[in-house]
């Protein structure tokens, strides 16, 4: 069966310094996948998502990157946080249901508090 | 810009009342989904439904697609503790690989 893990859980980082956040996905393969940011409580904002290695899209200008070095990796970087690029990230992939319409399956998310 | 609009944001009732949550776009989707949330984790699929006017059972939650693909909603029977959480509306086209989300409906339960 498919799963996807996402790591740290919780981080607190300092304004200024970088950030790496990590995702892979176990049992499938050239999945599509996508990193999200969540404010407090509410809705979703897509930052990047990406359908092949190397390749990556982004929704929202910033001072996040994200990077597929590997096919069932996926992550998500910042040179210098920002005390706005605190919330909860979460990376999720995209299966094919059915009629080859969409459903993610979300990691667990990141926390992330820029002090 | 396609939008998905939820209504309410909040809803807060008794263990046992029914209660019906909407997810409304003025854009045609070819799928839409419904998840939920509880704090501190992703949200988990609970339903994907793709043909207008089709309803879906997943014990007593019911989902409804729109008969124009615009809208839908999810009606919870007599609702428990466990069902609070936040729930997320998403629809699809076919045309690209993202999914639009509602902001949700923050759905606390009272035993």
């Known amino acids: 069966s498919q799963t996807i893990h996402q790591w740290p859980a919780t981080l607190v980082q300092p304004v200024g310094s970088p950030l790496s956040l990590e995702c892979t996905v176990e049992g499938t393969s050239n999945p599509n996948l996508y990193w999200y940011r969540q404010a407090a409580g509410r809705g979703l904002q897509l930052l990047f998502y990406?359908?092949?290695?190397?390749?990556i899209s982004s929704e929202v200008p910033q001072n996040l990157s994200a990077s597929r070095p590997q096919d069932r990796q996926f992550i998500l970087s910042s040179k210098k946080l920002l005390l706005s690029d605190s919330g909860f990230y979460l990376c999720?992939?995209?299966?094919?249901?059915?009629?080859?319409?969409?459903?993610?399956?979300f990691g667990s998310g990141t926390r992330l508090t820029v002090v | 810009t396609q939008l998905l609009e939820q209504s309410p944001q909040f809803l807060s009732i008794q263990e046992g009342e029914n209660l019906t949550v909407y997810c409304n776009s003025s854009?045609?989707?070819?799928?839409l989904q419904w998840y939920r949330q509880e704090p501190g984790e992703g949200p988990v699929l609970l339903v994907t439904v793709v043909t207008g006017g089709e309803v879906k059972k997943l014990k007593r939650l019911t989902f409804q697609f729109g008969d124009a693909r615009k809208d839908s909603s999810l009606h919870i029977t007599a609702a428990q503790p466990g069902d609070t959480g936040l729930y997320l509306c998403a629809g699809a086209t076919l045309r690209d690989d993202k999914i639009i989300f509602g902001k949700g409906t923050r759905l606390h339960i009272l035993p």
């Open positions: 999720a992939w995209s299966g094919i249901y059915a009629l080859g319409h969409y459903g993610y399956t």
């Open positions: 990406s359908v092949g290695i190397g390749q």
């Open positions: 854009s045609v989707f070819s799928s």
